[in-house]
């Protein structure tokens, strides 16, 4: 299966920023356009949740608690799309994925882990 490849991540102190980026090099998609790239997350115990997504039309959504410090952004040539993550608390910590739609077809990067600890 298909993954979108993603980079980024790591450990920080809060407060900290990090970046995430996710890209698709590997991925034919035959000339379809994508219609939505978003970032989500996945605490210990916790439900998979949307954190942020950004729409080809330039419509942007973000979580409650991505608001105001996080902010994505998107090449749509590359299919790609990067999180700037700042000002960020211990309860960020969590694994981070990326998801591409097209029409037909939802792809998801691997996941990688943000730690935010003192």
């Known amino acids: 299966q298909e993954h979108l490849e993603q980079s980024g991540g790591g450990f920080v102190h809060p407060g900290g920023s990090l970046r995430l980026s996710c890209e698709a090099p590997?991925?034919?998609?035959?000339?379809?356009?994508?219609?939505?790239i978003a970032w989500y997350r996945q605490a210990p115990g916790k439900e998979r949740e949307l954190v942020a997504e950004?729409?080809?039309?330039?419509?942007?959504q973000y979580s409650d608690s991505a608001r105001g410090r996080f902010t994505i952004s998107r090449d749509n040539a590359k299919y790609a799309c990067s999180l700037q993550m700042n000002n960020l608390e211990p309860e960020d910590t969590a694994v981070y994925y990326c998801?591409?739609?097209?029409?037909?077809?939802?792809?998801w990067g691997q996941g990688t882990q943000v730690t935010v600890s003192s």
């Open positions: 590997g991925i034919n998609f035959n000339g379809r356009d994508y219609y939505l």
């Open positions: 950004v729409s080809k039309w330039d419509t942007i």
């Open positions: 998801r591409l739609d097209i029409p037909d077809h939802t792809y």
